[in-house]
């Protein structure tokens, strides 16, 4: 059985930082890609990050881009979450996201077939 569990979220002031984690169980990490994605109150889920299949590249919205960083521990099974320099519109649920690499935009949502429980990110002034 394929589970995705995200580590607790929290809150933050501008500025601060936080690092997400999510284990991954069930599966070969090798044979899927990963992202992370959110859900800000009232708006639709989007990419947020992603790692290619090996882990090798990157991908990042450009809201994001320059502030938060991806990144997997293969021995662990791991995928972190880093979120520097947080601002009030960071505020979301954050979700992990595993699922074969089809040939899909890696911010689509419907490209994952597994998602984490999500966990709640409140970034204040």
């Known amino acids: 059985q394929v589970q995705l569990v995200e580590s607790a979220g929290g809150s933050v002031q501008i500025g601060g930082s936080l690092r997400l984690s999510c284990v991954a169980s069930?599966?070969?990490?090798?044979?899927?890609?990963m992202a992370w994605f959110r859900q800000p109150p009232g708006k639709a889920r989007e990419g947020v990050a992603a790692?290619?299949?090996?882990?090798?590249?990157?991908y990042y919205s450009d809201p994001v881009a320059g502030r938060f960083t991806i990144s997997q521990d293969n021995a662990k099974n791991t995928l972190n979450l880093q979120m520097n320099s947080l601002k009030l519109e960071d505020t979301a649920m954050y979700y992990c996201?595993?699922?074969?690499?089809?040939?899909?935009?890696?911010?689509?949502?419907?490209?994952?077939?597994?998602w984490g429980q999500g966990t709640q990110v409140t970034v204040s002034s």
């Open positions: 996201a595993a699922g074969p690499c089809l040939a899909k935009a890696w911010y689509s949502p419907s490209r994952y077939t597994y």
């Open positions: 069930g599966y070969s990490r090798f044979n899927y890609c």
């Open positions: 790692l290619n299949f090996d882990g090798t590249v990157s």
